[in-house]
């Protein structure tokens, strides 16, 4: 059975005690995670220490870091390692936000470099991809996406690919209030499994999950997370909430 996935990409937001407050008002619900579910929660590099203290990995509750460098160590200042995280024991690292990719100018190739050494220390990439509106509205958005896995993802190994989970995630939907609607979502998560399954074969492409970003809310989570080839979802806004997240988490299949 698939992984199914309820991420919080808290991103750029929170103080301290708020983000201690928020997880300890989303833990201490205690909601029972089956053993095909996590939720996961990519929190800012300082906080990360005190998520973890705070969650429990063996009720499949996790942290992710939101990005991690390109290169191993070194001298470049105000960049944080995938070797760091793994010393932390974060087993997860969002790669190649759309934000990421339009604010920092990070390149499909730079984004396989970060798969790459994620996996070479045992974290988990969550890899992001999505096209712009533009793109949507031509009719391109597959095309658009097959070149971000292709030139991400594919020089991967089978066995390593299996190990990545993947957000799909619209540009237009996301912090927009905007979704895709149940129908969008479904099509172009098909679409992304069978482009794998083309590249390897159907046993990788039904492992991987492939997580809906975008607009995610307790109100409409259900109903995106029911469609077949959609195993959860990557929450920015409503994960900020305790009751919408945890409304979200209980959306899991
Ligand atoms: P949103 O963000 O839920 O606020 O649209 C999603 C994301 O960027 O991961």
Not at 19 to 35: D, H, T
Not at 148 to 166: G, M, R, T
Request: hydrophobic fraction near 40%; charge should be negative; glycine fraction near 6%.
């Amino acid at each position: 059975m698939r992984k199914q996935i309820a991420a919080a990409n808290w991103k750029m937001n929170l103080t301290f005690k708020e983000g201690e407050n928020l997880l300890n008002e989303i833990l201490s619900a205690n909601v029972a995670l089956a053993p095909h579910q996590q939720a996961i929660f990519a929190v800012p590099f300082p906080y990360l220490t005190m998520s973890k203290s705070l969650t429990d990995e063996e009720k499949n509750y996790f942290v992710a870091a939101q990005n991690c460098y390109n290169k191993a160590s070194g001298a470049y200042t105000g960049e944080v390692s995938a070797a760091m995280l793994q010393s932390l024991n974060i087993r997860y690292c969002v790669i190649g936000h759309s934000e990421r990719r339009e604010y920092f100018n990070e390149t499909n190739a730079v984004l396989a470099e970060k798969v790459n050494i994620c996996l070479a220390n045992n974290i988990i990439p969550i890899f992001c991809c999505g096209e712009p509106l533009s793109v949507r509205e031509e009719g391109k958005q597959n095309d658009f996406v097959a070149v971000q896995l292709k030139e991400s993802l594919y020089h991967l190994p089978a066995e390593d690919i299996k190990k990545i989970i993947i957000a799909y995630e619209p540009i237009w939907a996301i912090g927009t209030g905007k979704t895709a609607s149940t129908e969008q979502a479904q099509e172009i998560h098909a679409y992304l499994r069978s482009n794998i399954e083309a590249q390897y074969d159907s046993e990788v492409a039904n492992t991987i999950p492939i997580l809906y970003g975008g607009s995610v809310k307790a109100s409409n989570a259900a109903e995106i997370f029911a469609s077949p080839d959609v195993d959860g979802g990557l929450v920015g806004g409503a994960s900020l909430k305790a009751d919408e997240f945890l409304a979200i988490i209980k959306a899991l299949q």
